[in-house]
């Protein structure tokens, strides 16, 4: 794709986004490799490793704890370090314009609420918390993490006994709430600008299905391509920070012209 054209798709996804309405933001793990965490699905993605998708798994979490408290724990602990990226503040920059009224993400590795996204629904959860299977009684990540330092492995809950996991939403698990409040997002929304998801993982990739426009930002194709209004076959952190620019550039615009017609009714 020429720069001449890639600048044309971001033109035209500046003014879709300024005059939509309602804009919500899906996003899966491919706006955060920029950070340093692999996708799943992309060329050098998670997905590839038998292993690692073994380590995610509740086969291992509930007949293999031990594997589960040490591997998997330590993968999913490496994430809470990382820092977001051009694309998580851009996306924030979006909502503090009132462009954008929510984020609906896929990932758990919390940058959206790191980079100053305010409405954001961790429909797959989150690695800040973790829960009891038996009473739901609420711990923080970090229990986890001294427990099976400390050799407590399975963690146990301290009110009833039960196993404590992460609140991390593995395949087979059941959704949360925080889905279905998604769910009812996109049904109200006018436009979906998805970045960063292959739309591959379900019931998630549903959601664009729900929304009467579809904008796209991903490196490689997605089943949603000929539904959307743009497609942008780009990296996230240099296209949404493009398109932010962009969007500043044109409201500057539209003030100055306001500000002249002012100007000239005054006279
Ligand atoms: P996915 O791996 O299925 O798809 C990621 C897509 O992003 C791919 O199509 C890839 O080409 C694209 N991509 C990679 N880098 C990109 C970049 N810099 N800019 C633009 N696009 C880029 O991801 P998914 O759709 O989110 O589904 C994977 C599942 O795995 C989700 O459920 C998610 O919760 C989980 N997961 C989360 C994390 C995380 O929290 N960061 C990381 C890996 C997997």
Known sequence: MSERLYGEEIRRLAEIIRTAGRTVVLTGAGISTASGIPDFRGPAGFWKSEEIVKLLSLETLYNKPEVFYSKSITLLSGMRDKKPNQAHLGVARLEEMGLVKAVITQNIDGLHLHAGSRNVYEIH???????????????????????????????????????????????????????????????????????????????????????????????????????????????????????????????????????????????
């Open 125 to 267: 959860g989150n690695l800040r918390e973790a829960h009891c299977q038996v009473c739901y009684s609420r711990y923080p990540f970090e229990f986890l993490l001294e427990e099976a330092a400390f050799g407590r492995i399975p963690p146990r809950c301290r009110e009833c006994g039960g196993v404590v996991r992460p609140d991390v939403v593995f395949f087979d698990d059941p959704m949360p709430q925080e889905f279905y409040l998604a769910y009812e997002e996109a049904e109200n929304a006018d436009l979906m600008l998805v970045i960063g998801s292959s739309l591959q993982v379900y019931p998630a990739a549903y959601l664009p299905g729900l929304v009467k426009k579809l904008a796209i930002v991903n490196a490689e194709p997605t089943p949603y391509d000929e539904r959307a209004e743009v497609v942008i076959h780009g990296r996230a952190e240099v296209v949404i920070p493009k398109l932010v620019r962009e969007i500043e550039s044109l409201t500057r615009r539209d003030e100055a012209n306001d500000a002249k017609g002012e100007g000239a009714g005054a006279t």
